[in-house]
């Protein structure tokens, strides 16, 4: 299978960048749209959001270090680091003017923070299905976090766990998987990856700093972009269904947000309403260049 995109040295590390260009080069199409991908995230997990948007937007999708075919870092991601590396990464591609920054689960933290922090590179947000603020992991210190993510990474690895559940768990996240999916190529190379469980379990064992961490962005600066909080549901009425859509309205009331319902979707919401997200992600900004 052809890699798509291509590694760029960026601050010091290997990242994979698949970037898109469209046809429309006056008005909106020239906002480019980076759609950053939640925990463990891989570019492929928004091929067919990219494709429906490449129509009419420039399209850039990274992986962080560790995720996809970019390579470890060694560091765990904060708020502050990870919003500068999308800046990094979009003057790596020569796109040096405002953005709409996307951002799935874990990553709605991070393209937060690169709004509150590159406000001048902001066209608009979307945080799409985000992670919030608050729980209980933050009470158990970091360093214990940080030393079971290592050790539990390197258990699992070892009994061959990760390499016999790899595809099953990813088909169980990804509802738009069939049996023929040519992704699954990947998902067996990525997934079955010592170093990007290692990734996914540090990046999961720091969430409470790096919430802390946008909490505190909040108190001292402010969301001068369009913000736009999209929450998945799966249309069927369960109590943890409800309780969701509840966290995901305070959060737009928190930003003053805009708020939209996407239904049926799973948490993978791109990978269920591709077409649906991409007329969200248009009209976010205020324009729509199809209009």
């Known amino acids: 299978m052809t890699t798509p995109g291509r590694m760029i040295r960026v601050d010091g590390h290997d990242l994979h960048v698949v970037l898109t260009e469209c046809a429309i080069r006056s008005g909106a199409g020239e906002v480019p749209v980076v759609l950053c991908g939640g925990l463990a995230g891989n570019w492929f997990d928004w091929d067919a959001l ?13 992986d962080r270090p560790g995720f996809g075919l970019s390579a470890p870092s060694g560091m765990p991601p904060t708020a502050h680091g990870e919003a500068d590396r999308i800046a990094a990464v979009l003057d790596a591609v020569d796109l040096s003017g405002p953005a709409i920054v996307v951002g799935h689960s874990l990553a709605g933290f991070y393209v937060e923070a690169f709004a509150r922090l590159h406000p001048d590179r902001t066209a608009a947000v979307m945080l799409l299905d985000a992670s919030v603020s608050g729980g209980s992991m933050g009470l158990i210190p970091r360093r214990w976090r940080l030393a079971a993510a290592g ?3 390197a258990a699992v690895t070892a009994t061959g766990l990760q390499r016999r559940l790899a595809v099953p768990v990813w088909r169980l996240l990804d509802h738009s998987a069939d049996a023929g999916d040519a992704r699954v190529v990947w998902v ?3 997934w079955r990856s010592p170093s990007y469980l290692e990734a996914a379990l540090v990046e999961n064992a720091v969430f409470p700093d790096v919430a802390r961490e946008v909490v505190a962005l909040r108190t001292r600066t402010t969301l001068s972009a369009a913000v736009l909080v999209v929450a998945a549901h799966t249309g069927r009425p369960t109590p943890w269904g409800a309780l969701w859509l509840r966290s995901q309205r305070r959060l ?10 996407l239904r049926p979707a799973h948490h993978v919401a791109m990978v269920d309403q591709p077409d649906r997200l991409a007329d969200l992600i248009r009209t976010v900004a205020g324009s729509d260049p199809r209009r």
């Open 50 to 62: 990219a494709a429906v948007l490449a129509r009419d937007r420039t399209v850039v999708r990274f």
């Open 252 to 261: 737009a009331s928190t930003l003053r947000a805009r708020f939209e319902v």
């Open 151 to 153: 050790t539990v990474a």
């Open 188 to 190: 067996r190379r990525i």
